[in-house]
């Protein structure tokens, strides 16, 4: 595609960052993020693999250094190994072809122990990976299948194929929030990372995210009192906040867009299956890639339609979770926006 200037928003922000979904299927149904008769998107509406290539790529292009692959889950997609290798020759400086200095995905788990050698020779080395407990019931209360075996046998084929692994907690009043220190020391003590999340209200589900909305400020008070946490300089490139925990030896991230808005350092965006650009997860904004790759002339439309999410990015989200029964702030679910 034609080279055009590196993307930069209306604030002055550097975009850097892309999350790119490959599907917005998902083979676990977690209660605060979809409905258990999730409806999924016809296939002839996704993107194929030769589509998300050629559109990442575009992205390269224009300076996207970090790209994670999300779904849904992206690990149920078939041939998706394929995809990653392709993307994988793409590491390394742009004089030599690259441009990319850093391939990742988002994984439920479940199918993470058949596919961690692949993600490891295509040159994958970080991932991330959804696990909200560590007790069996409260998993399949959670994600409404008996499944936790299966993602425990996954992270522990990611670490033996080396990979590094960072847990990503969704802190659940009444549901998990009793376990979290026990799920820290879990993974701290597997040489794991642990970032927590508050809940995102993002799509109708049949629970009420307000009865399970935990502020990260109270649970940061809560560990603050047990353990010693110093800030940490580290950064990966996304929106959390670092702690180094002295007595357990690891470092936990905090992720909170309710409570400690993070969008002044904004560097993401994010791209659906179905080829829509969100220029913010928490915002309507929008720009139909999948137009621009099946236009007469793709390469020009797809680097006017990047220009234009640059010009319609907005500023900051305003999620809000503040009363029982509340709408979410955006209709459409995260499986389907993607991680």
Same mark, same amino acid.
């Given at each position: 595609?034609?080279?055009?200037?590196?993307?930069?928003?209306?604030?002055?922000?550097?975009?850097?960052?892309?999350?790119?979904?490959?599907?917005?299927?998902?083979?676990?149904?977690?209660?605060?993020?979809?409905?258990?008769?999730?409806?999924?998107?016809?296939?002839?509406?996704?993107?194929?693999?030769?589509?998300?290539?050629?559109?990442?790529?575009?992205?390269?292009?224009?300076?996207?250094?970090?790209?994670?692959?999300?779904?849904?889950?992206?690990?149920?997609?078939?041939?998706?190994?394929?995809?990653?290798?392709?993307?994988?020759?793409?590491?390394?400086?742009?004089?030599?072809?690259?441009?990319?200095?850093?391939?990742?995905?988002?994984?439920?788990?479940?199918?993470?122990?058949?596919?961690?050698?692949?993600?490891?020779?295509?040159?994958?080395?970080?991932?991330?990976?959804?696990?909200?407990?560590?007790?069996?019931?409260?998993?399949?209360?959670?994600?409404? !299948?008996?499944? %936790?075996?299966?993602?425990?046998?996954?992270? *522990?084929? &990611?670490? @033996?194929?080396? +990979?590094?692994?960072? #847990?990503?907690?969704?802190?659940?009043?009444?549901?998990?929030?009793?376990?979290?220190?026990?799920?820290?020391?879990?993974?701290?003590?597997?040489?794991?990372?642990?970032?927590?999340?508050?809940?995102?209200?993002?799509?109708?589900?049949?629970?009420?995210?307000?009865?399970?909305?935990?502020?990260?400020?109270?649970?940061?008070?809560?560990?603050?009192?047990?353990?010693?946490?110093?800030?940490?300089?580290?950064?990966?490139?996304?929106?959390?906040?670092?702690?180094?925990?002295?007595?357990?030896?690891?470092?936990?991230?905090?992720?909170?867009?309710?409570?400690?808005?993070?969008?002044?350092?904004?560097?993401?965006?994010?791209?659906?299956?179905?080829?829509?650009?969100?220029?913010?997860?928490?915002?309507?904004?929008?720009?139909?890639? !999948?137009?621009? %790759?099946?236009?007469?002339?793709?390469?020009? *439309?797809? &680097?006017? @339609?990047?220009? +234009?999410?640059?010009? #319609?990015?907005?500023?900051?989200?305003?999620?809000?979770?503040?009363?029982?029964?509340?709408?979410?702030?955006?209709?459409?679910?995260?499986?389907?926006?993607?991680?």
């Amino acid at each position: 595609m034609n080279s055009r200037a590196p993307l930069v928003d209306q604030f002055a922000r550097r975009i850097s960052y892309l999350r790119l979904s490959v599907t917005d299927r998902c083979d676990l149904r977690c209660a605060y993020c979809m409905p258990e008769r999730q409806v999924f998107l016809p296939r002839a509406e996704v993107l194929s693999l030769e589509e998300l290539h050629r559109l990442a790529l575009g992205f390269i292009d224009r300076g996207i250094t970090k790209l994670r692959l999300t779904g849904g889950e992206p690990l149920v997609r078939r041939d998706m190994i394929e995809l990653v290798r392709a993307l994988g020759r793409k590491l390394g400086a742009p004089d030599a072809g690259g441009g990319l200095e850093e391939l990742t995905l988002t994984t439920n788990g479940t199918r993470l122990a058949e596919f961690a050698d692949d993600l490891r020779g295509a040159g994958v080395r970080r991932i991330n990976v959804s696990l909200d407990t560590l007790d069996r019931a409260t998993f399949a209360r959670l994600t409404r !299948r008996d499944s %936790l075996p299966q993602v425990l046998e996954g992270i *522990a084929a &990611a670490k @033996a194929a080396g +990979l590094m692994v960072k #847990i990503n907690t969704v802190a659940l009043k009444g549901l998990n929030a009793a376990e979290i220190p026990d799920l820290i020391a879990w993974a701290h003590g597997a040489g794991h990372e642990l970032t927590l999340i508050e809940v995102m209200p993002l799509g109708e589900v049949e629970e009420d995210r307000f009865e399970h909305y935990l502020p990260l400020s109270a649970v940061q008070d809560d560990l603050e009192r047990r353990w010693t946490l110093t800030p940490s300089g580290h950064r990966t490139g996304g929106p959390a906040r670092y702690f180094d925990i002295a007595e357990t030896g690891g470092r936990l991230g905090l992720i909170t867009p309710l409570t400690n808005n993070f969008c002044e350092g904004c560097n993401r965006i994010r791209v659906t299956a179905t080829g829509q650009l969100f220029a913010c997860l928490g915002g309507s904004e929008q720009v139909d890639l !999948r137009a621009a %790759l099946r236009s007469a002339d793709p390469d020009a *439309a797809m &680097a006017d @339609a990047l220009d +234009l999410a640059m010009r #319609i990015k907005p500023e900051r989200h305003h999620f809000v979770i503040d009363r029982p029964g509340g709408a979410p702030a955006l209709a459409r679910h995260m499986s389907m926006t993607g991680g």
